[in-house]
């Protein structure tokens, strides 16, 4: 595996990123008048290579995905760039004691980071719009991105085992 240069074994780690930032550009799934969820799924691929492979996921590629999103789901132009970029250099600062942590850690750092960027959402949102939109969505929203962050991080885990140009039994 070592063979092959690191831009070739990063193209599945580009590709998953890849499919959750099109996911992430589903509008939202309304279950009832009040609720509706839209979950930010390019979150999961921003938190896990921001901790383990920053270069995968530069600061310029999160900003077009979130405008991207922005674009298509028809939100205030910009929020989602913004927050993306802004976590992106929060997830750097802390990259260093996250990466030190056990996975319910980061798991417990990432359903804080759901919840918090939801809310803020909902909050630029309703006020810019002045429209009181139910909070119920915004939470149900970040708890159903943060439940499955277990998942998508044993594929991305894969992954990232790709890249390193190791095997399993070499990193131990």
């Not at 070739?8 to 589903?26: H, M, N």
């Not at 270069?55 to 913004?82: E, K, T």
Request: charged share 10%.
């Amino acid at each position: 595996m070592a063979m092959f240069s690191f831009h070739l074994r990063a193209v599945p780690a580009v590709a998953i990123t890849f499919v959750f930032a099109v996911l992430s550009l589903v509008k939202g799934y309304e279950l009832s008048p009040l609720l509706t969820i839209q979950m930010l799924l390019i979150l999961h691929p921003l938190y896990y290579w921001g901790i383990f492979r920053p270069s995968l996921f530069p600061a310029w590629a999160a900003f077009l995905i979130g405008f991207a999103i922005d674009i298509r789901v028809g939100n205030l132009l910009g929020l989602n760039a913004f927050l993306l970029v802004m976590i992106q250099v929060l997830i750097g600062k802390q990259q260093r004691y996250l990466r030190g942590q056990p996975f319910a850690t980061q798991w417990t750092g990432f359903m804080l980071l759901c919840m918090a960027v939801e809310l803020i959402r909902w909050a630029i949102l309703s006020v810019l719009t002045m429209t009181p939109f139910p909070m119920t969505s915004a939470l149900v929203s970040g708890l159903c991105n943060a439940a499955l962050y277990p998942v998508t991080t044993l594929v991305m885990a894969m992954t990232h085992r790709l890249i390193s140009g190791h095997s399993y039994k070499e990193l131990q």
